[in-house]
């Protein structure tokens, strides 16, 4: 059983694959406690993996997004596989506090504290005043995102990228547009 917080088929709004229909798989409970997390981790119901693939494959799309919370927390090699064997494309958010399986496709990593990655497919970082960012230009990834802090810093975070270019703005176009 995993507490799944929401499954939901959407456009993913952030990152690299900003406007790419996708199925999200949205876990219950996190390690961390991040003031601007955008989910309910007391909400959720405890589901079987088949109950999962279920829901999961009723939606067009076989691009699929585990996310929470902090899904490393409810994964494993085997759980990633069953959504491989339908022909999904698996990508996980995360935190980067835990190892992760390595059949997953496409890692976007979203470091507060405590990492234990030393890799990943996309780097998001949440600019905030202050951040000290020079120290991820040597992070191995092929993509580095800097995204506004729930928009209230977007003025400071163009600067930001405009004087430092090996960055780019991802911003939640999902919240713009008024989706899920």
Not at 86 to 103: C, M, S
Request: aromatic content about 12%; overall charge negative.
């Amino acid at each position: 059983m995993r507490k799944i917080n929401e499954i939901f088929y959407s456009l993913q709004g952030e990152g690299f694959h900003t406007g790419t229909p996708a199925v999200f798989v949205r876990f219950s409970g996190c390690n961390l406690a991040c003031d601007f997390c955008d989910t309910l981790h007391q909400s959720g119901k405890d589901m079987t993996d088949e109950e999962i693939v279920n829901e999961v494959t009723k939606y067009p799309s076989r691009h699929l997004i585990l996310t929470g919370g902090e899904p490393s927390l409810f994964i494993d090699r085997n759980f990633v596989q069953l959504f491989k064997n339908h022909g999904f494309y698996v990508q996980i958010e995360t935190n980067g506090t835990r190892p992760l399986p390595d059949n997953i496709d496409w890692v976007t990593f979203s470091p507060k504290k405590d990492w234990v990655l030393t890799h990943a497919d996309e780097l998001k970082i949440v600019f905030q005043t202050g951040v000290d960012l020079e120290n991820w230009n040597q992070f191995d990834t092929s993509h580095r995102y800097l995204q506004p802090c729930s928009m209230h810093n977007v003025k400071e975070t163009v600067n930001y990228i405009l004087a430092h270019p090996q960055w780019h703005l991802s911003l939640q176009t999902h919240k713009m547009i008024d989706i899920q």
